[in-house]
């Protein structure tokens, strides 16, 4: 599993080298295979590819898996929930890590704050867990969560 982890930081690292937008860089990272076509299903790609800065807090193809089927057809069909729960995981401005780990909730794009937590040096959003931060875009930034974020 660790070793995943590294591979998809290696990936992003090298996809956010060259200053893709938070799409791009997400898509070329080659882990968001999911999270890509619920973004382009919800009309939202044009959006995050954007000026911004956008914050994106990007749950990886094994965090969509954790979701049950039942939910994710029940998203697929409500193109409006779909994108709420797509922008829970979406803050206006450019947060790095060092800003993230100041704060105790970010207001998403979807109205609704995320709460923040930072335990032995671990950083949780809504509960998932930041597995690689601060991965550069051209409009933004994108912290890899392992957990999809489902607004109350």
């Known amino acids: 599993m660790k070793k995943i982890f590294a591979i998809t930081a290696l990936a992003l690292a090298a996809a956010g080298a060259h200053a ?6 997400a898509v070329a990272a080659g882990d968001f ?12 790609v044009k959006t995050l590819k954007g000026k911004g800065p956008f914050t ?3 749950p ?4 969509f898996a954790k979701v049950p089927k039942a939910t994710l057809q029940a998203l697929g069909k409500d193109k409006a929930k779909l994108r709420s ?12 890590a060092a800003k993230v780990v100041k704060r105790s ?18 950083v949780t959003v809504g509960g998932a867990r930041v597995i690689t931060p601060d ?3 051209s409009n ?13």
């Not at 893709?20 to 860089?25: A, E, G, L, S």
């Open 105 to 122: 909730s970010v207001k998403t794009l979807n109205g609704q704050s995320v709460r923040i937590r930072v335990n032995g040096g671990k």
């Open 56 to 58: 994106v807090f990007a």
């Open 33 to 44: 295979k999911t999270l890509a076509a619920a973004l382009e299903k919800a009309d939202l």
């Open 85 to 96: 729960v797509l922008l829970y995981h979406v803050a206006k401005g450019k947060l790095t």
């Open 140 to 152: 933004g930034v994108i912290h890899v969560i392992n957990k999809v974020l489902i607004p109350r």
């Open 20 to 25: 893709n937008d938070v799409v791009d860089t």
């Open 135 to 137: 991965v550069a875009a």
């Open 60 to 63: 990886t193809d094994a965090a």
